[in-house]
């Protein structure tokens, strides 16, 4: 399984792979770093992939399951804990936010009744 904890990892040719890299400082800014070989039509293609991929809840449950699997691994148990506990309380909270917007609209819009 893919362990990203390493302090070295392999390198590799990645001159034609298209890259999204997230960066969250010390601030909680959040910077995104956009790597693409070219500009061309192939490119346009792998970074929409990307975006569309890492946008799903099967990457972001993926990715929870790698971090999971590589904390008990390493016997990490309470880093696990405290790791789950940050990921339920965010989610909960993009749920409740989502929520939120979605109550302000009416099942049935106005202009439909009219129809």
Do not use: H, W
């Given at each position: ?21 997230f960066t969250l400082g010390d601030s909680k800014d959040v910077s ?84």
């Open positions: 399984m893919f362990n990203f904890f390493k302090k070295k990892p392999e390198i590799k040719d990645v001159s034609s792979e298209a890259k999204i890299i995104i770093n956009i790597e693409i070989p070219e500009y061309n039509s192939e490119s346009m293609s792998r970074l929409a992939s990307l975006i569309s991929t890492i946008s799903s809840n099967a990457c972001e449950m993926q990715t929870i399951e790698m971090i999971k699997q590589t904390l008990l691994q390493d016997k990490e148990d309470e880093l696990l804990y405290e790791f789950l506990l940050y990921v339920t309380t965010l989610s909960e909270l993009k749920r409740q936010d989502g929520d939120k917007n979605n109550s302000k609209k009416p099942c049935i819009s106005p202009s439909d009744m009219l129809k």
